[in-house]
């Protein structure tokens, strides 16, 4: 490992923001989730889930309220691991207690701590602004903020150069859908990356997190397009849940379903991770609208 902080991360996002900044070598643990670059997984891994493998989105849902009302964690550390590794600094996050290891969960591991303690850098993006920030943010605490003042800059002037490709004059309706069992709508930055591939978002604001969606909502509002993006889904996880959506009565009925605009897209590795890999959010939205080719299709997203 090349000189500067020793770093552990604890969810994707901010592993893919290290190494986008330059700081890989300087990785030396991570979440159990952490997987892009490739190498990444080799790095001894310092959290683990309390879910089981394989539970539908219903089944997730409800085991994970099962385990906060009795006000636990879904995640735990090893917190002998997370010691031996000597972090000079641990990029954690606020955003979402079900998503990731959150400060709270280290809470017992650093007041036990010996020697200097590490610099916590908690991640709280909700939007797309807070996101480049958290980027900066990152940089300051690992002496690299020469280089996010740059990727920064990379980002938003790629996302705008696609802002302009894609616009229209007319926008199509966008339902973005993060969770099939119960249905809820993708938040967050997703309604300004649907914005800036040229569509316009239904159902959730950009900045607001995401909202529980009724059925009778998603009838109403009969979208132009449906992309469905389920939080920490890989598209075969997102088609093998596909009959609890087709059993609906009036799925076939919607205008996307009918005219055939009704697509997934791998969540996990992209709409769920705000970090570096947000452009190729918008550029796989911007293909899904026909408004460029960038590459992401059978990889990224699908045509259902």
């Excluded at 004059?169 to 300004?192: Q, S």
Aim: proline share 6%; aromatic share 6%; glycine share 10%.
């Amino acid at each position: 490992m090349s000189g500067g902080p020793r770093i552990v991360s604890l969810l994707p996002s901010a592993t893919e923001i290290a190494v986008a900044l330059g700081l890989g070598e300087n990785l030396v643990g991570r979440s159990h989730e952490c997987d892009f670059p490739a190498w990444t997984t080799k790095l001894p891994v310092v959290t683990r889930t309390k879910l089981k493998k394989g539970l539908t989105s219903g089944e997730i849902d409800r085991r994970v309220q099962e385990i906060v009302s009795q006000g636990l964690s879904v995640y735990e550390v090893d917190a002998a691991l997370l010691r031996e590794l000597r972090p000079d600094v641990i990029l954690t996050q606020t955003q979402c207690a079900v998503c990731a290891v959150t400060p709270g969960d280290l809470e017992e591991t650093l007041n036990a701590w010996t020697g200097r303690e590490p610099v916590l850098v908690s991640l709280a993006p909700d939007a797309l602004g807070d996101v480049w920030g958290d980027l900066r943010r990152v940089g300051e605490a690992a002496g690299a903020s020469a280089a996010a003042a740059s990727v920064v800059a990379s980002l938003q002037a790629r996302l705008e150069a696609l802002r302009r490709s894609a616009a229209r004059a007319e926008a199509p309706t966008v339902g973005a859908i993060e969770w099939i069992e119960p249905l809820m709508a993708a938040g967050n930055w997703v309604p300004e990356l649907i914005e800036i591939a040229g569509g316009r978002a239904l159902f959730a604001k950009a900045g607001e997190h995401s909202p529980w969606l009724s059925w009778e909502t998603l009838i109403e509002a009969d979208p132009d397009v449906i992309v469905a993006m389920p939080c920490g889904y890989r598209i075969a996880q997102t088609t093998a849940e596909w009959p609890t959506l087709t059993a609906h009565p009036a799925w076939r009925d919607l205008k996307a379903v009918r005219q055939g605009r009704v697509f997934v897209a791998d969540g996990h590795h992209y709409f769920n991770r705000p970090g570096p890999r947000l452009l190729e959010s918008a550029e796989i939205l911007a293909e899904i609208l026909g408004h460029g080719t960038y590459g992401h299709e059978n990889g990224g997203w699908i045509r259902v």
